[in-house]
């Protein structure tokens, strides 16, 4: 199986699962990461997913350049349509979603660490978009991210260069939450992401929301769209629940309702 996606109470766990190839992207391989992404947006049971890469060499290097490179070229030039729809490009996901770095996070791979909403890499991971290299540029949202996430002339380095960078350097610039060693990865994603899970989950996707989608929007526009989620979690079952529970002082029962 080139992905493997399992479900382990309110957390999905997402592996790309070709760690021959280091964990690279084939359109196979794109698809099924789309339909995972999906399956996790459209459960009701599932609240954070988690994306890593098998063993410990690579999260993901990016494109199978034997097999995406020419399929990009000779099926997507004009028919942006039959690449699949990941959280790279296509598909909205409001759902918190953590990657787990477990080694080199190169072109693609940078780029699917940086659609997910925290990172938390390995002392072994490396980072950078070497498109450059190959007469490409960062076509899965390298160009737009990058810039957004870092200070633009680090990110001008990275993309104009092609030279990777290690996770103390990421995590310095910021383009990482934290840096574990290598067998407190996996651990430490999943207790970030069990702690997600005792928070009110719709209020956390609409944080989400207004922070991402207010990206691009004027600051008077950007609090129009934040009024307006914010009212629509008032009247949630799960405000009712975490405001009678903190006057109780209990701990909450939410239930996405």
Not at 72 to 81: F, H, I
Not at 116 to 137: K, W, Y
Not at 141 to 170: C, F, M, N, V
Not at 191 to 216: D, S, Y
């Amino acid at each position: 199986m080139a992905l493997v996606y399992e479900k382990k109470g309110k957390i999905a766990y997402i592996t790309l699962n070709r760690p021959e190839a280091f964990n690279s992207l084939d359109p196979e391989t794109l698809g099924e990461l789309g339909q995972a992404f999906m399956d996790f947006r459209d459960d009701p049971n599932l609240w954070v997913a988690i994306v890593t890469g098998a063993g410990n060499r690579a999260f993901c290097a990016g494109a199978d350049i034997a097999k995406m490179l020419p399929f990009m070229k000779d099926q997507c030039r004009g028919a942006p349509w039959r690449m699949a729809a990941t959280i790279m490009r296509g598909l909205k996901v409001w759902k918190p979603v953590i990657a787990a770095v477990n080694g080199h996070a190169l072109g693609g791979g940078l780029e699917l660490a940086m659609a997910c909403d925290l990172r938390i890499a390995a002392e072994n991971a490396t980072f950078g978009q070497p498109e450059v290299r190959l007469g490409l540029i960062p076509g899965w949202g390298g160009t737009q991210r990058l810039p957004r996430l870092i200070p633009k002339a680090k990110a001008a380095e990275i993309l104009l260069t092609g030279q990777s960078i290690d996770a103390a350097e990421a995590y310095r610039i910021g383009l990482v939450n934290k840096v574990v060693p290598l067998a407190e990865l996996m651990p430490t994603a999943t207790q970030w992401a069990e702690n997600i899970c005792k928070l009110a989950p719709l209020a956390v996707r609409a944080a989400k929301q207004a922070m991402l989608e207010g990206e691009n929007l004027t600051l008077d526009e950007g609090l129009d769209l934040e009024w307006m989620l914010e009212e629509s979690v008032l009247v949630t079952e799960d405000f009712a629940e975490g405001t009678k529970a903190f006057l109780s002082k209990k701990t909450p029962d939410f239930k996405a309702k």
